[in-house]
Every structure is written in structure tokens, then in C-alpha cells.
């Protein structure tokens, strides 16, 4: 050892530092060896995973998923003839299925399902590929009964149908409930009608119901022949009195047009005609066809 040192011209520093990194590397050595021999297997603890969601027969298969069982002691599979269609869930159990097994079966036969092979149990998404085949072999479908045909003849009965009397309301006076009385026309759609006839103080037409929200145009144009109107009562604005806040709630106004022609109305006195609200320029001939019923000029 000595002559190495001496031929690699190593101080007595270095020296120790060699002899130190040599001990380190035989402890290493003779750990890795001796540790192996005292250590204790251990086994691999499994987690039984809870399936959560809706696999169906296809996906389960494809990713080659079989659902796990617990580490419980299983009971005893007693295997017998059986129709998947009228069996209870305490013989699913006994066939060797989970609870929650059976019940998913119980559920698909009860929402009218029904297996008409031996292979429609593959449609379960929660019976396995494995557990399915396990028990086709005794699977016995009855055919469902059908009727006995008669040889008597039974002459076809005519019943009379009675055209319903036609309903007839007036948009302007009907309350909620008379509109529910028209098809296609629930409590929703009646509310918001008598909601907007308020806003607007009377229908002057039957066309205006199409711009009732959610309303389709086509179901008035079906309903019209049962629908009437008297525009008489409609309550008109007074144009020349009214506040912006009382313009401004009419729905054909809005709180814009109101402060226009408020504006306006001001900056040159009281309206005498439809003519002089339309020197209002911003106001379009769309806007005046359907507020002139509406409006009251006096003064």
C-alpha cells in the first residue's frame, strides 16, 4: 500500500481520504449483499376499486377491465336453471352475483326491459364478460304467453266521437286560465300574455300575441280562429303629460325613445298629431305603426 502511495506521490492527507472512500465502498458492498437475506416479503395489498358511472358491455371489454370482488370469504354459488326475466334478487345472489348486481338487473327488467336470448345478458354493463359466460349455460327463457286466438267473429266497434266545442276568447278580457283552455297554450305562455297585454295597456290586434316571448308565431296563426278582440278598452298614453318613467315602461317606448320624445316635446311644446312626433328623425315608420293606436293627443 505504501509503495502505491509513494508511486503516486500521495501526502498523508490524501492517503486518509483513499483508505476512508475504500472502507465506505466494502460497507456498501457487504450491505447490499447481507440486507437482502433478513428482509421479509410482503404481499400486495389490493384495493377493491368502486366503480362509479355507466360502463357499457363494449367499453368494459375493450380496455380488458373485469370488475373487482372484495377480499371477503365468497359464499358459496349455487347454480340452478333460471329465467333472467322473472328471477329475484336473493336467486341472482345465489347464482353468485353482488347485491348491487342484482339490483341493476332488477331495475333494467322493472323499466321494461327484457332479455329475449341468452346473450342479451352482455347488455348489463355491471356482469363482467367472465361472469356472463358463467352463467349462459343455464340460462331458460320462457317464450311470453300469447293470447288464444278465437274462431268468433266480433264485428269491430264503432264509438262516435264527439267534435269538441270550439272556444272562443276574447285576448283583451281572458283571464289566465281561459287561455290554458287553447292547445299549445300552457300556464307559462298564458301568464306571460296577460303580463304583456298589461304592459301595453290592451291588444289592438291579434297579431301582437307573436311577440310574446317563446311563443311561436305558428301557433297563433293556428289559434286565431279562436281568439277575438274589442280594442275598445285599450288604455292610451297621454303623450303630451306623461314623464320619461311613464313613457319609458311601455314596451313599444323604452326608457330611450321616452327621453327623446320628452326631450322633444319640451324643446318645442305639446304634440297636436302623429305628424309632429315624427320630426323626431331617430324614430322609425315601424315604431309609429305600432304606438299610434296607443297614443292620446289632448292636451
Do not use: C
Amino acid at each position: 500500500m505504501r509503495r502505491i502511495f509513494n508511486y503516486f506521490s500521495l501526502n498523508q492527507r490524501e492517503r486518509l481520504a483513499i483508505i476512508g472512500l475504500l472502507i465506505l465502498f466494502f460497507v456498501f458492498l457487504t450491505t447490499s449483499v447481507l440486507l437482502p437475506m433478513f428482509q421479509q416479503s410482503h404481499g400486495i395489498a389490493y384495493q377493491r376499486i368502486q366503480w362509479e358511472g355507466k360502463l357499457t358491455r363494449p367499453a368494459i371489454d375493450s380496455i380488458g377491465i373485469i370488475p373487482a370482488t372484495t377480499m371477503a370469504e365468497k359464499k358459496p354459488i349455487t347454480y340452478f336453471y333460471f329465467d333472467p326475466n322473472v328471477l329475484q334478487k336473493a336467486e341472482w345472489i345465489r347464482l353468485g352475483l353482488r347485491e348491487k348486481q342484482a339490483q341493476v338487473i332488477l331495475n333494467y327488467v322493472h323499466k321494461g326491459g327484457r332479455f329475449y336470448q341468452k346473450e342479451d345478458l352482455f347488455k348489463i354493463y355491471s356482469l363482467s364478460k367472465q361472469e356472463v359466460e358463467r352463467l349462459i349455460p343455464y340460462v331458460r327463457i320462457e317464450e311470453p304467453a300469447t293470447p288464444k286466438k278465437s274462431n268468433a267473429y266480433n264485428p269491430p266497434l264503432y264509438i262516435p266521437i264527439k267534435t269538441p266545442t270550439p272556444i272562443l276568447i276574447d285576448i283583451n278580457l281572458a283571464d289566465s286560465l281561459a287561455f290554458e283552455m287553447l292547445h299549445g297554450i300552457g300556464p307559462s305562455f298564458a301568464r306571460r300574455i296577460v303580463n304583456y297585454r298589461q304592459a301595453l295597456g290592451g291588444f289592438y290586434s291579434i297579431q301582437q300575441l307573436k311577440e310574446v316571448y317563446g311563443i311561436p308565431a305558428e301557433l297563433i296563426d293556428k289559434l286565431s280562429t279562436q281568439l277575438s278582440l274589442q280594442a275598445e278598452n285599450i288604455q292610451k298614453i297621454a303623450i303630451n303629460h306623461w314623464s320619461v318613467e311613464e313613457l319609458g315602461k311601455h314596451p313599444y317606448l323604452k326608457y330611450k325613445r321616452a327621453r327623446l320624445i320628452v326631450a322633444y316635446r319640451n324643446q318645442h311644446g305639446s304634440f297636436q298629431s302623429i305628424a309632429d312626433l315624427k320630426h323626431i328623425h331617430s324614430l322609425d315608420d315601424d315604431f309609429f305603426v305600432k304606438i299610434e293606436p296607443y297614443l292620446d293627443f289632448s292636451l
